[in-house]
């Protein structure tokens, strides 16, 4: 069964430490999604890639947050420093777009339970 | 900016009743429209698909509907059960095949 991989599924760290977030998305699959989610704000995207490339990450704070695709079967999610405001819960979605123009279907993981004390 | 709304936040029905959950957007240029059920502490699971050419999908109890030129769909749960309970989010795919989603809504059905 297809399923999109997130590690860790629970992080708890001090401030100040790097956390590194990854993403397994389903093989075949060309769009990798990165999104926060919290009470206050619901899913917000952060950044998404398509080819590995970045597409659009316009949503992440860029002196902190960065995020990679080193091969097609890894994305990564890094924040250093980490702050407190930063706890939340990190999901990546990954999903097929066979030609520019098409619709695409999003799976989601588990999620990465991030708390930053 | 595509802006993704689901009102009312919270939903309690009793156990049997049908009911509609609504979604609106204000860019009718999507690809298709993706209803989602999350249960607390869990990931988003796919209910239903419906392509941008499209006007409704069905998959057992519930029938996803969509009006792409008002910026309205509607996600129908027909004889509730309380195993229904979960928040449901609806996300559009737009340009260049950014997901954007709403904040939810999440249902209780009592028993």
């Known amino acids: 069964d297809a399923r999109v991989t997130q590690t860790p599924r629970h992080k708890v760290t001090e401030m100040g430490q790097e956390v590194t977030m990854r993403c397994q998305p389903i093989?075949?699959?060309?769009?990798v999604f990165w999104y926060r989610q919290t009470m206050m704000q619901g899913l917000e995207l952060l950044a998404y890639?398509?080819?590995?490339?970045?597409?659009?990450d316009s949503g992440m704070p860029k002196d902190r947050f960065s995020a990679e695709m080193p091969d097609a079967t890894l994305a990564t999610l890094k924040i250093q420093p980490s702050e407190p405001r930063d706890s939340a819960v990190y999901f990546c979605?990954?999903?097929?777009?066979?030609?520019?123009?098409?619709?695409?279907?999003?799976?989601f993981g588990q999620g990465t339970r991030l708390t930053v004390v | 900016k595509q802006e993704v709304t689901q009102i009312p936040a919270a939903l309690s029905v009793p156990e049997g009743e049908n009911l509609v959950l609504n979604c609106s957007f204000t860019d009718s240029a999507i690809y298709n429209l993706q209803w989602f059920r999350q249960d607390p502490g869990k990931g988003l699971t796919s209910l239903l698909l419906i392509q941008s050419s499209q006007r409704e999908q069905t998959s057992g109890r519930l029938n996803a509907s969509l009006d792409k030129s008002s910026g309205r769909s509607t996600l129908y749960i027909a004889a509730s059960q309380p195993g229904d309970s979960a928040t449901y989010l609806c996300a559009v795919n737009g340009a260049n095949s950014k997901l954007t989603f709403g904040k939810g809504i999440t249902l209780s059905v009592r028993p």
């Open positions: 093989l075949g699959h060309n769009t």
């Open positions: 890639f398509r080819n590995r490339a970045p597409l659009d």
């Open positions: 979605a990954s999903g097929l777009v066979p030609k520019q123009g098409a619709s695409l279907k999003a799976f």
